[in-house]
């Protein structure tokens, strides 16, 4: 017969554990309708979305151009730039071969066409030096106008007199100007126009952007750059030499796309490695320009096609039929864990509801938030996740009644078994978690969307193993249902697997 050990103390205060559970329940049911996430983010496969075709822009001679290395970094970049914006789901592929191929951007939901735009641009940045500046209108040749600045031809003068930036046309910008070349260029709102000297600074020499509000003046918003160190020289050596000209040639214009964002008029070299590009943005543009920016130049110009919208590539039928297995799948682990472990069952049931609770919310959330996006592949994320927490209801429940079966009260059982199951618990758990972050981070497309719910609601597994089921247990452990080992309780001597001992009578005996 085994001596029951010393009882282990029972550990916090199960309670006030819960209370705070439910405290947390409350601020996030407040969050989802104080943000107005009252629905879930469909994906491209169950909801549909946009989708458009980057076609490589050529000019005379530039045949050899469109390279599978080219078109492939490009492919890179667009898909960085996709991701930084959240968990979108979006897909990017190129398609095609040679000089046919072609870029292919699908983005679920409604924003898709913000996104679309916000990928499509070539991002290429300029910092020139303004040689002429006037109205965005047309003028008729005059003397004056036929009289080019210093270094600029005959040619190039009579473009910058026609050009009319009023037209729309004219502000689509070029996104393939050559950084040697002296070119004409409008401003983005079509109010000034620009005769342009070749660029001293790239794009490629900035090494962070970010944007930013100034509140000194009222809210406005503006993106940030910091060059490298090629790029803090150049713009060092381009400030130095224009500070002391004549207006506006003492102006440094900031290119992207061959539309002039601004051009501010240089009062001091400036050597200290950064810059700031202001132009009556929005939160949005600014945000939008320093995603572009952060994630450098594409290698090619692209024409955009037609943006179309896309419908769901999966089916209603075929979505109820994973939302069924999904289903089917939890009514099993909920009638296993009801029958095998009867009452004990109903903490099971308890802590699934209590992290689906969870995960609901969250999934509202995160779309606000992060744009995330809950696909077919997302779904199979939380239906394999089902198991993974069940996993770690079983263990728990197991050593529970190992300590039973040593002889312990049950009070004492669910305390000195979680001590032993919770580092079963938290490394089988961990094993999921780094798994699921190593999809995120190595793959693409709808393996990104199976590998964070898996990841999301494995942490949920172990938020609701140490604030519900260990708490809720140490709460039954207290009632006499439980305590006394009733037949349905799942805690019974022989649900535990106690043998009762029988005492050794013997059948015959032998007087001496």
């Known amino acids: ?41 469909l994906g491209l496969d169950l909801r549909g979305g946009t989708s458009v075709t980057l076609q490589p822009r050529l000019g005379s001679g530039e045949t050899g151009k469109v390279t599978s290395e080219a078109i492939d970094q490009a ?11 959240g968990v979108a789901e979006s897909e990017v592929a190129s398609q095609g071969s040679g000089t046919n191929r072609q870029i292919v951007i699908s983005v679920p939901g409604d924003s898709g066409r913000r996104v679309v735009e916000l990928v499509g641009q070539t991002a290429e940045l300029r910092f020139r030096q303004v040689l002429a500046e006037s109205a965005g209108t047309p003028v008729v040749a005059t003397t004056a106008a036929a009289t080019p600045p210093a270094g600029v031809s005959v040619d190039i003068n009579n473009k910058y007199a026609a050009l009319d ?48 509000v100034d509140t000194t003046t009222g809210g406005n918003w503006f993106v940030s750059l910091t060059f490298n160190g090629e790029g803090t020289k150049a713009f060092g050596d381009q400030t130095a030499r224009v500070v002391s000209l004549t207006a506006p040639q003492n102006q440094v214009a900031i290119v992207l796309d061959g539309l002039v964002v601004s051009a501010p008029r240089i009062n ?18 600014s945000q939008d320009l320093a995603n572009v920016l952060k994630y450098g130049s594409l290698p090619l110009a692209f024409d955009r096609g037609e943006v179309q919208q896309i419908s769901p590539t999966l089916g209603a039928d075929q979505l109820n039929a994973g939302l ?130 898996l990841g999301l609601t494995t942490l949920i597994d172990l938020l609701v193993i140490f604030t519900f089921t260990k708490p809720a247990l140490t709460v039954l452990a207290k009632l006499p249902f439980f305590a006394n080992g009733h037949p349905l309780s799942g805690l019974s001597a022989k649900s535990s697997g106690i043998e009762r001992a029988i005492p050794n009578v013997p059948t015959n005996s032998v007087e001496a």
């Not at 890179?76 to 930084?84: E, F, L």
């Not at 002296?182 to 490629?204: Q, T």
């Not at 296993?336 to 509202?364: D, E, K, N």
């Not at 992060?370 to 394999?384: D, E, K, N, R, Y």
């Open 165 to 212: 930036c009023t037209l729309a046309a004219n502000r689509q910008g070029t996104g393939s100007d050559n950084a040697a070349d002296i070119i004409v260029a409008c401003s983005r709102d079509g109010a000034s126009k620009y005769i342009l000297a070749g660029a001293e600074v790239l794009g490629r020499q900035v090494s962070k952007a970010t944007a930013a």
């Open 1 to 41: 017969m085994s001596t029951p050990t010393k009882p282990i103390k029972s550990s916090g205060r199960p309670v006030r554990t819960l209370a705070i559970l439910a405290g947390a329940f409350v601020i996030l049911i407040a969050a989802v309708f104080i943000q107005g996430a009252t629905a879930v983010r």
């Open 268 to 285: 001091e070299a400036i050597r200290g490695g950064s810059a700031q590009i202001t132009g009556n943005f929005t939160q949005v543009e």
């Open 75 to 85: 492919v890179s970049i667009i898909r960085q730039r996709v991701n930084s914006l």
């Open 324 to 453: 069924l297995a999904g289903a089917l799948g939890l009514i099993l682990v909920l009638l296993y864990s009801l029958l095998y472990y009867r009452g004990l069952g109903m903490v099971t049931v308890g802590s699934l509801a209590v992290a689906g609770g969870l995960m609901y919310l969250l999934i509202l959330l995160l779309g606000k938030w992060i744009g995330f996006t809950l696909t077919l592949a997302g779904i199979a994320g939380v239906i394999v996740s089902i198991g993974i927490t069940a996993d770690s209801f079983i263990v728990y429940f197991e050593r529970i009644r190992d300590e039973i079966r040593e002889g312990r009260s049950l009070r004492s059982a669910v305390e000195s078994g979680w001590v032993r199951a919770r580092r079963t618990i938290i490394v089988a758990d961990s094993v999921s978690i780094i798994a699921a972050a190593l999809l995120y981070f190595l793959a693409v497309g709808g393996v990104r969307g199976f590998a964070f719910t």
